[in-house]
């Protein structure tokens, strides 16, 4: 009998059993280890979850800015990659592709592979911090540090009209004034039929600077029926600190504000940005509690449209409103129709949208501070999109957006107004 030619050997049926020798499938090298700094990284589990398939490319802004594959996500995860196979170190070059990222989650939004971009970029940002020069270490560390302790930055906030004079022109340009209204009262009545009582998270740059939208969130809540509680001890939550490599100040940031809102059945948060992070803090705690709390943690824009309102009586008069969806909103609480739905409520207001509406703006906590170049022209195309709608007041519920886009909207010459969608909705009840 004669030997069929198709017929194969057992052994090639094996997949890689006909790889010459020293050959081998892509992946770590064996007899190396990871190259990680002591502290949190990127976990093993959470790279694997990357197919390299590139579709997050043209959703990258910082992608979209240089072309290269270095400030894109596939090229940041890649790098991530070659520390956590021994193959390179988390030094300056890593560094520089892990600062120009932006934090904004719009590649984690498209990823088919649902990769946790997130946790990853706050993890890998801990590595770099040693690296940095000691006076820029010292530098974020005592800006971060204020941030967390509510007197120092009251007092800081005091100071400011003083310390303008010494700010550098860029920085002076986009410091907001502080607000002047005063402290929200510890509890606010609810208006009508009570409905139930929740807990307002009034933030620590939401609180100095942008006051009049926490006031506005109470008021307008109150007139709904809530019953507002404002825990007096609060602090910051911890949310710039674990986009900028202070994952264990972040920790115990959120630790304080899981025991001030102990308690409380619904903890409502005006900044969008601070929403979304205290969204997340189960994974960051890891805890029971910290899961819990989580669950009870919502937007303010979300619980309202959620809960209904009756439309003001009155609007404004005839103006045009153009949203502004934050990041972190969109991406990591989902918000995109609650706000135009609440603004939607008062008569005679026109809502446009804006072009490519869906790229950030630049802010991204202090990275307007620490990569200028790019934050400026991130900026720039904000502003010149948010003019070019003819809006005269500008919807955007987080504050960091806010300073971000009024600063790029009045070097354009533009008066347009940016506001809190709260206190667009108050304005109209004010009416
Ligand atoms: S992050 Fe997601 S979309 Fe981007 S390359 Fe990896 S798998 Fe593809
Ligand atoms: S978070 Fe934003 S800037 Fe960073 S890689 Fe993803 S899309 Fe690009």
Redesign the pocket.
């Known amino acids: 009998m004669t030997e069929d030619p198709t017929a194969r050997d057992a052994s090639a049926a094996i997949l890689g059993a006909e790889l010459p020798e020293g050959a081998r499938f892509v992946g770590p090298i064996p007899g190396l280890a990871p190259r990680w700094r002591e502290g949190d990284h990127p976990t093993d589990a959470d790279l694997a979850t990357c197919v390299a398939c590139g579709l997050?490319l043209p959703?990258?802004?910082?992608?979209r800015l240089t072309g290269e594959e270095s400030?894109?996500?596939r090229g940041?995860i890649a790098a991530m990659r070659l520390v956590a196979e021994g193959r390179a170190d988390p030094d300056a070059t890593f560094a520089r592709f892990m600062d120009?990222?932006?934090?904004?989650?719009?590649?984690?939004d498209v990823c088919p592979s649902h990769v946790p971009?997130?946790r990853m970029?706050e993890a890998a940002r801990v590595q770099i911090e040693p690296l940095r020069p000691a006076p820029e270490r010292w530098l974020r560390r005592l800006g971060l540090g204020v941030l967390a302790r509510p007197r120092l930055l009251s007092l800081a906030v005091r100071l400011q009209p003083l310390a303008r004079q010494f700010l550098p022109a860029r920085t002076r340009r986009l410091l907001p004034r502080r607000s002047r209204e005063r402290r929200l009262p510890p509890v606010l009545e609810p208006r009508g039929e009570p409905r139930g009582t929740v807990a307002l998270l009034t933030g620590c740059v939401q609180d100095r600077w942008y006051r009049s939208a926490n006031l506005a969130a109470a008021r307008v809540l109150a007139r709904g029926g809530w019953r507002v509680l404002v825990p007096r001890d609060q602090a910051c939550c911890g949310a710039l600190h674990a986009h900028h490599g202070h994952l264990d100040a972040a920790r115990a940031l959120a630790e304080r504000t899981i025991t001030t809102f102990r308690g409380a059945d619904a903890v409502l948060v005006t900044s969008a940005a601070c929403a979304a992070h205290l969204s997340e803090v189960g994974h960051l705690l890891g805890t029971p509690e910290a899961h819990a709390f989580a669950e009870r943690v919502e937007d303010v824009v979300r619980f309202l449209a959620r809960n209904g309102l009756e439309p003001p009586p009155a609007g404004l008069g005839p103006v045009r409103v153009a949203v502004h969806d934050a990041?972190h909103a969109l991406r990591v609480s989902k918000i995109r129709e609650e706000p135009r739905a609440l603004l939607a409520l008062v008569p005679d207001l026109e809502l446009v949208e804006i072009p490519s509406g869906d790229v950030?703006c630049g802010a991204a906590g202090l990275y307007t501070v620490l990569q200028p170049e790019t934050s400026d022209a991130l900026m720039r195309a904000k502003a010149e999109a948010v003019a070019a709608t003819g809006a005269t007041l500008v919807a955007s519920a987080n504050p960091g957006c806010t300073l971000q886009i009024s600063a790029g909207l009045r070097a354009l010459g533009s008066d347009a107004e940016v506001l809190h969608p709260v206190e667009i909705l108050d304005r109209a009840y004010g009416r």
């Open positions: 997050c959703h990258c802004p910082t992608y400030a894109s996500p940041r120009l990222c932006l934090a904004c989650r719009a590649c984690e971009y997130g970029i990041c950030c």
